[in-house]
């Protein structure tokens, strides 16, 4: 079992950024991937942008430009740098974590308890 306590979020305007911050802790293989979602009342939630221990990442096209996903390892903590906010961006954020086996073998699906992200005009 893994265990994921986020940090960050808030309330911010427009054109503004904030650092959200999500730590695993538990049964966390060397091999794993972590990512961020968020989901926003009467929207379907998306993958905003992931990174694996590797150090490969994937950015939603809307977030790409404006958000920088990194991680560190020691820590197997994941960080998501958001700059540019628009109020669009506000949502609940979710950290994800999947432990990987092989190339693609995702093993689990654990998920932080969300955090809330406002963007205000």
């Known amino acids: 079992q893994v265990q994921l306590v986020e940090s960050g979020g808030g309330l911010v305007q427009a054109g503004g950024s904030l650092r959200l911050s999500c730590a695993a802790s538990?049964?966390?293989?060397?091999?794993?991937?972590m990512g961020w979602y968020r989901q926003a009342p009467g929207k379907q939630r998306e993958l905003v942008a992931s990174?694996?221990?590797?150090?490969?990442?994937n950015y939603a096209v809307s977030v790409k430009g404006r958000f920088t996903i990194s991680r560190d390892n020691a820590k197997n903590t994941v960080f998501l740098q958001m700059n540019s906010l628009k109020p669009e961006d506000t949502a609940v954020y979710l950290c994800?974590?999947?432990?990987?086996?092989?190339?693609?073998?995702?093993?689990?699906?654990?998920w932080g308890q969300g955090t809330q992200v406002t963007v205000s005009s």
């Open positions: 538990g049964s966390i293989f060397s091999n794993n991937v």
């Open positions: 990174i694996t221990s590797g150090g490969s990442t």
């Open positions: 994800n974590f999947q432990n990987l086996v092989g190339k693609t073998l995702r093993i689990g699906d654990y």
